[in-house]
């Protein structure tokens, strides 16, 4: 508001001139104070605020220059550093020059003693360099070829010896888990008559009953062997099985005609089926294994009507697939492929002659149309080293199968055929060089080789074992495993009188 707006306000309000210049003078001596001390603050703040900004300035300033300081400070100590690096550098490389001279001259001096001594050599032995370096080979390989001997020998016997240990070690270890029964299946079928009389029925007139039983069977009946009971014979055990149930059937109903003797072979055979099946399915049981093919389950059936060496097959088999599974356990494979490939390793044996292969490719075959695990089918066919293996669990089969047929009193053999073996192993090991004496003992498990001391050193006695036992194993056939044990000896004996 300006001087005349207040003039014009007082006349108004009715003041008189000199009032109203009066208050006038003092509204503006008020304002002009005011004005003055609005300014001072405004300056007053503004001074405050260039300190602040001064101050600010100044520390950023200090804290530049510290850090400037310090980095100077590195510099320094890095110049310092690079600088000993240096003079190590330079050391270094005065050491390696004098290295390198002192090398040059030791070369030199090398050179020099090495044509002295080639002339001194040569003036002496009248001998080239050639001539001269063969004899020192051959000098040095002389001196040098006991100790590598006794090195290898070593080495050998201790690797050898950890190997058979671990092996001992979990052959036991499964072995003693296994809880098996003798086998004393007979190789023929007995069946006891009730009455003296009923040979003549079985016979029938003009032997027709006889006959047609022995047509429709295909096995063979011995009556007159033993008085009150008849003989089946046959090659095949499942036939003989067959006419067994229907012969005695028949010996039941006591109507024997070839009429009734047909329908009872063919419930005979139905049973027979149905047997088969329930065996396969049990020896599952047994060994706790998942469901197979329907194929695979009658063939394993089948097996309990084979023998081997007087061995039920399917006992053994199931054997078998037990000390598989033991061992895998112990060396940390799966048991049950273990146990599913000791089970079927004989079912090739089960199957007709149809198959123009052997038990194992045969059984093979079948498990792998079955859809049988490649690991599986490997270890049925190379169980017998028809064919690589191709895993740990055909390794595993072998020895399985080798346990279980070397257990006492588990598989018989004929007096002829057990001297013949004696006397093909004790031949074999005679026709070695520098074998005097063999003698098989403990029925054929072991032989015992004694070598001409003069003539054979330890090294060659140890060949000797591992050709005799190539030679067994390629040529013999035998039940378990024989050992080999070659003796070298040497004994001097003097008198004092």
Not at 240 to 268: F, K
Request: charged content about 30%.
């Amino acid at each position: 508001m300006d001087w005349n707006s207040l003039s014009v306000i007082f006349v108004v309000a009715g003041a008189s001139t000199a009032v109203t210049a009066l208050l006038l003078r003092r509204y503006y001596l008020t304002l002009l104070q005011a004005q003055e001390q609005a300014g001072v603050v405004e300056a007053r703040e503004a001074e405050l605020e260039l300190r602040e900004k001064e101050s600010e300035r100044e520390v950023k300033f200090r804290s530049k220059e510290a850090e400037q300081d310090l980095q100077g400070r590195e510099l320094a100590r890095l110049e310092a550093q690079i600088h000993l690096e240096r003079e190590k550098l330079m050391r270094k490389a005065q050491e390696i020059e004098e290295a390198q001279q002192e090398m040059e001259s030791s070369d030199k001096e090398a050179e020099k003693t090495r044509r002295l001594y080639r002339l001194k050599l040569h003036q002496i032995s009248q001998m080239d360099e050639a001539e001269a370096r063969q004899v020192l080979i051959k000098d040095t390989r002389r001196e040098c070829e006991a100790e590598l001997r006794s090195i290898r020998q070593e080495y050998l016997r201790e690797s050898e010896s950890s190997i058979k240990e671990e092996a001992q070690r979990i052959l036991l270890a499964a072995m003693q888990r296994i809880t098996s029964r003798p086998m004393h299946d007979a190789t023929a079928t007995v069946v006891t008559l009730p009455e003296e009389a009923l040979k003549g029925r079985i016979i029938g007139k003009d032997g027709r009953n006889i006959r047609t039983f022995e047509h429709v069977t295909g096995t063979t009946l011995l009556i007159d062997e033993a008085p009150d009971s008849v003989l089946i014979s046959s090659f095949d055990p499942v036939r003989r099985e067959i006419a067994r149930l229907a012969l005695e059937a028949l010996l039941r109903d006591g109507r024997i005609q070839p009429a009734s003797i047909e329908e009872a072979v063919v419930a005979a055979e139905e049973e027979m089926d149905a047997n088969i099946v329930q065996l396969g399915e049990s020896a599952l049981r047994r060994l706790r294994l998942s469901t197979m093919h329907p194929e695979i389950v009658g063939l394993l059936g089948k097996l309990n009507y084979r023998l081997s060496n007087n061995q039920n097959t399917l006992e053994h088999s199931i054997e078998v697939a037990n000390i598989c599974a033991l061992l895998a356990s112990e060396v940390g494979l799966d048991p049950v492929i273990a146990k599913r490939a000791g089970l079927l390793h004989d079912l090739g044996k089960a199957v007709s002659e149809d198959y123009a292969s052997s038990h194992a490719i045969a059984g093979a075959d079948i498990a792998r149309r079955c859809g049988e695990e490649a690991w599986v089918v490997n270890a049925i066919a190379a169980h017998h080293k028809e064919v690589p293996a191709e895993s740990v669990y055909a390794g595993l089969v072998m020895v399985g199968d080798a346990l279980s047929a070397v257990r006492p009193g588990v598989r018989t053999s004929s007096i002829d055929s057990f001297i013949g073996r004696v006397r093909s192993i004790e031949a074999i090991a005679k026709e070695e060089k520098g074998v005097s004496e063999a003698f098989a003992i403990q029925s054929g498990r072991e032989v015992r080789v004694i070598v001409d001391p003069g003539s054979i050193t330890d090294e060659e006695a140890r060949k000797i074992a591992r050709r005799i036992r190539g030679r067994i194993e390629s040529e013999l056939n035998y039940p378990g495993s024989i050992e080999i044990t070659v003796i070298r000896e040497q004994r001097f004996t003097e008198t004092a009188v």
